[in-house]
């Protein structure tokens, strides 16, 4: 009989897997099925997502956020301002953009308004060279308006009123334009203009003046008054504003008759060699006596009337005609 043979050297033996019979589960194969199956999605806790919205905010609506960008913004070009309803008005796509944010994010003190009205304001400056303005420059402003229009158009009905306004517009605009002159705004029978230099606005009045003379309508021949004043306004987007502004409109104001009113602070800056050269003469106005003394005006500031040496010439003679018609009597 044969004796089994020994070995010293190890060896495994594989046990093949039995087969399941037929219609029994694999465990086996289940257990590698959810081994390789990837694993399901987390799901955020809504608890986390309230608080982050909540957060959010929080920190929008923070004083102290909304306070910092606020003084940041300070720091950039531009108007600091640029948002209110005063720095929007006009035309312009920085402005147009700031009324529809202002319309959309209605929220004025929060910090996402302010990053917005931010980056609006630096693009104002970049288009329109605001950063490379002086903040308030001196600029010379006119007002005119037509003396009596308001009774006169009562009278004359819409229609000639508005035909008037047109033949003005046509005979006094361009002459202040072709002069370098910025026509502010339009008020009715009257206009607001700003000019650089102030022997150029007085040049370019006198010129409006003269071609004004040619100007009638239905039998009517208008007059026009203007006030001129030298300061420095606040520029605020397509407007002027401050103490000067109503400064000029109330020197016009004392042209009750019609004519030329310039104040001191603009005759101080014109020298009496340009006066010559423009053909015109400096008379300081006298101060109503019917009327408060300083309504609007600074107590030391003095009104000038503008008369051309053709005025003086003509006034000259009316007074010397009723002299001696007079003496005749």
């Known amino acids: 009989m044969l004796a089994s043979a020994k070995t010293t050297y190890p060896c495994q033996v594989e046990v093949a897997p039995r087969e399941p019979e037929s219609g029994a589960p694999s465990e086996t194969n289940d257990e590698m099925v959810t081994a390789l199956a990837p694993p399901p999605p987390r799901r955020r806790s809504p608890v986390s997502i309230h608080s982050a919205a909540q957060w959010l905010r929080s920190t929008n609506h923070s004083p102290g956020v909304v306070a910092f960008i606020r003084r940041a913004r300070r720091m950039l070009p531009g108007d600091p301002e640029f948002g209110d309803p005063l720095s929007t008005a006009g035309e312009g796509g920085p402005r147009a953009a700031a009324r529809a944010t202002d319309r959309l994010l209605g929220d004025r003190d929060a ?10 304001q630096v693009w104002q400056a970049l288009t329109e060279g605001v950063s490379r303005r002086p903040a308030n420059p001196e600029v010379t402003l006119v007002f005119t308006d037509l003396v009596g229009f308001s009774t006169w158009s009562l009278q004359a009905g819409d229609e000639a009123a508005l035909t008037l306004l047109r033949q003005v517009a046509r005979a006094v605009e361009p002459p202040l334009l072709d002069a370098g002159g910025h026509i502010v705004k339009r008020m009715g029978d009257g206009i607001m203009a700003v000019f650089r230099n102030p022997t150029v606005a007085v040049a370019a009045v006198l010129a409006a003046q003269e071609a004004l003379k040619s100007v009638e309508v239905s039998g009517y021949t208008p007059r026009m008054r203007v006030g001129i004043h030298t300061g420095r306004p606040q520029r605020l987007a397509a407007d002027w504003l401050g103490v000067d502004v109503n400064i000029a409109a109330r020197v ?7 004519g030329i009113m310039v104040s001191s602070q603009t005759l101080d800056l014109i020298t009496q060699s340009e006066l010559d050269a423009l053909g015109v003469v400096a008379k300081r106005a006298r101060r109503p006596v019917f009327t408060h003394k300083g309504a609007g005006i600074p107590a030391d500031l003095a009104i000038y009337r503008l008369k051309t040496l053709r005025e003086l010439t003509a006034s000259a003679e009316t007074a010397e005609t009723i002299l001696r018609h007079s003496g005749d009597q």
């Open 111 to 120: 910090a996402s308004r302010e990053v917005s009205l931010g980056v609006l």
């Open 252 to 258: 016009m104001e004392r042209a009750t008759k019609g």
